[in-house]
């Protein structure tokens, strides 16, 4: 089974310091899709960064960045110089079943982040 | 810049009842889907349609549910009879060609 593993289920950090949220995931497949999602209070469901399993270069997007170790099946997300604007549910998905609209998205459970003034 | 739209944001019904929850994904997207969040739990893939038919379907989504993409525009989730633990957040998301899943800011179906 595909599953996605986020063993933190809380974290804090300060503003303007830098968090590492974890990430494990399982797979036979070879190629594959990482992503980081944000859900502010609202509930909107907001596209964080995205991973494809063939680079190896990490992704960055601005003060988000990813540490891919595909042998370990690791994805973990760095916040760098937290604001308050990123407290939030953060959750980790797969993507499996890449192929021409059959594939979809499976998530971890989350971890929600609280940025402290 | 665009974005998948969801109405209602909030809907109330009694159990027993029908719903249509709708979506319009991105203009230039071809790949939709639906996903759900119980209050608290992950999110659950429901569906995906593409080229006007279903593409996967998860074990949740059983014969009291249809996706439809009646126009150009729009694309529909049905629950036919809707029971309590229907309850939930309703995501629809539209895809790029690079698999970047965008989703709408959800529909709330509370069941009574």
């Known amino acids: 089974a595909q599953t996605v593993t986020q063993s933190q289920p809380e974290m804090s950090v300060q503003e303007a310091e830098t968090v590492t949220l974890s990430c494990t995931y399982d797979?036979?497949?070879?190629?594959?899709?990482l992503f980081w999602y944000k859900q502010p209070p609202s509930r909107q469901m907001i596209l964080v960064i995205r991973q494809e399993a063939y680079k190896q270069q990490n992704a960055t997007e601005n003060r988000f960045s990813v540490n891919f170790q595909k042998a370990a099946k690791s994805f973990s997300l760095k916040i760098s110089d937290s604001q308050l604007g990123d407290t939030a549910m953060y959750f980790c998905?797969?993507?499996?079943?890449?192929?021409?609209?059959?594939?979809?998205?499976?998530f971890g459970k989350g971890t929600k982040l609280t940025v402290n003034p | 810049e665009p974005e998948v739209t969801q109405t209602p944001s909030h809907q109330v019904t009694q159990m027993g009842q029908e719903v249509i929850l709708r979506c319009v994904p991105i203009s230039n997207h071809l790949y939709f889907y639906w996903y759900r969040q119980i209050l608290g739990q992950k999110v659950e893939f429901l569906v995906s349609f593409y080229n006007n038919e279903i593409s996967e379907k998860s074990e949740i989504f059983d014969d009291q549910f249809s996706v439809e993409r009646p126009d150009g525009s729009n694309f529909t989730l049905k629950i036919r009879s809707t029971k309590l633990e229907d309850s939930a957040m309703y995501f629809c998301?539209?895809?790029?060609?690079?698999?970047?899943?965008?989703f709408g800011p959800g529909t709330r179906l509370t069941v009574t």
């Open positions: 998905a797969f993507m499996i079943g890449a192929q021409g609209g059959s594939e979809k998205l499976v």
């Open positions: 797979t036979s497949e070879s190629n594959y899709y």
């Open positions: 998301a539209s895809r790029t060609d690079t698999y970047e899943q965008y």
